[in-house]
């Protein structure tokens, strides 16, 4: 049997969904109490108990890119309750960590469905994450070349726009503040939404490169001023750098 946790600002109006859910044999929590700690970045040992999470359409688009952060760090299949979304919308939510979306009042077979896939999502990412990041821990320990770029090439679009943006800030004083990354990343510029957004990508940054054994203060946080990389982990990427130009066809006389 499968858990669901149905995070929600009002119980008593997600009980059709319950009754659904329990009708599909799945067992289910329903919590306002825990919105509050996730959006503060508390983590729960309880979360791990479940396997997917719904956020109700009680819980609004800021507080639900609060939650996205914290969420993100469980093995959960993430799926929101509202009307569906533009394309370019949709991307943004998934890239924050939405697997799939529900309607408020679904059919038994839309609901069966969408938390089928929801999962099947979730899958595919741990299975493509796995691919290239999942090497022989006597593999990453003695023979380093490539295995940093490798997981650069698992990042997402934005992930991979702020990392290199780091990486150019190393070379120009070290320290990126906050407002300076949400400007390179979005037109509106540092809006609290946006300070969650980016919050949700270091820490998945983070996680990326902790699966190959690296610390996870790869980037370090330096209240009131910003991000910075650390400058072992800066010097290990320029040596990968220069081993894989050495290395490239164009290199050979």
Known sequence: MQHVLILTKNVLSEEPLIQQLHYLNYEVLCSADLIQSLQQGRMSPVISYFHLVIISETVSNSEAEQLLPTLSLYALAVIRVGESLPT??????????????????????????????????????????????????????????????????????????????????????????????????????????NMSQLSCLINKIKVKFEQIDMPHEIITTLWGRGYKLNEDFYQRWLNEEQEAALLSPQSVI
């Open 88 to 193: 370019s919308e949709k991307a943004a939510w998934q890239e924050q960590g939405i697997h799939h979306w529900i309607t408020k009042s679904p059919t038994v077979q839309e609901l069966r469905e969408g938390l089928v896939e929801a999962i099947r999502l979730l899958e595919d990412q741990r299975v493509s994450a796995n691919q290239i990041l999942n090497f022989p821990m006597s593999e990453v320990i003695t023979k380093k070349t490539g295995v940093l770029r490798k997981v650069h090439k698992s990042f997402s679009k934005t992930e991979k726009k702020v990392f290199d943006r780091l990486l150019w800030a190393q070379s120009h004083g070290g320290v990126l503040s906050r407002k300076e990354l949400c400007e390179y990343l979005w037109e509106d510029g540092q809006t609290s939404s």
